[in-house]
């Protein structure tokens, strides 16, 4: 299985952008669906953007669309997620998941993934 580690996250003012990074090994990237969620202090984890196992397209939660975006890199096994005009609430530990897939699914819930990177902080501050 592959094996997922998120880097990228940090502290940043309010309008400001970051880029993560999820780095796999152990595999390659395009025999897999990935997608990023997130999970706030005292609230249950939640879906940010995902992408097929092609890479073509991607589909976001309403709170992102416009603001993050989604890509990958399949000759660094790496999916990158941009994200611009930070919020406050957009405070939270940041999770890159994959599931194996044969299909062009986009995979949206948090049972839909079985395998896990450990998370990276994003802290925005006001």
């Known amino acids: 299985q592959l094996q997922l580690v998120e880097s990228g996250g940090g502290l940043v003012q309010a309008g400001g952008s970051l880029r993560l990074s999820c780095t796999a090994s152990?595999?390659?990237?395009?025999?897999?669906?990935l997608g990023w969620f997130r999970q706030a202090p005292g609230k249950e984890r939640e879906f940010v953007v995902a992408g097929s196992r092609s890479g073509s397209g991607a589909q976001y939660a309403d709170f992102s669309t416009g603001r993050f975006a989604y890509s990958r890199d399949n000759a660094r096994n790496t999916v990158y997620l941009e994200m611009n005009a930070l919020k406050p609430e957009d405070t939270a530990i940041y999770y890159c998941?994959?599931?194996?897939?044969?299909?062009?699914?986009?995979?949206?819930?948090?049972?839909?993934?079985?395998?896990w990177g450990q998370g990276t902080q994003v802290t925005v501050s006001s």
């Open positions: 998941a994959q599931r194996w897939s044969r299909s062009c699914t986009i995979f949206q819930r948090v049972s839909d993934y079985p395998y």
């Open positions: 152990g595999g390659a990237l395009n025999n897999y669906a």
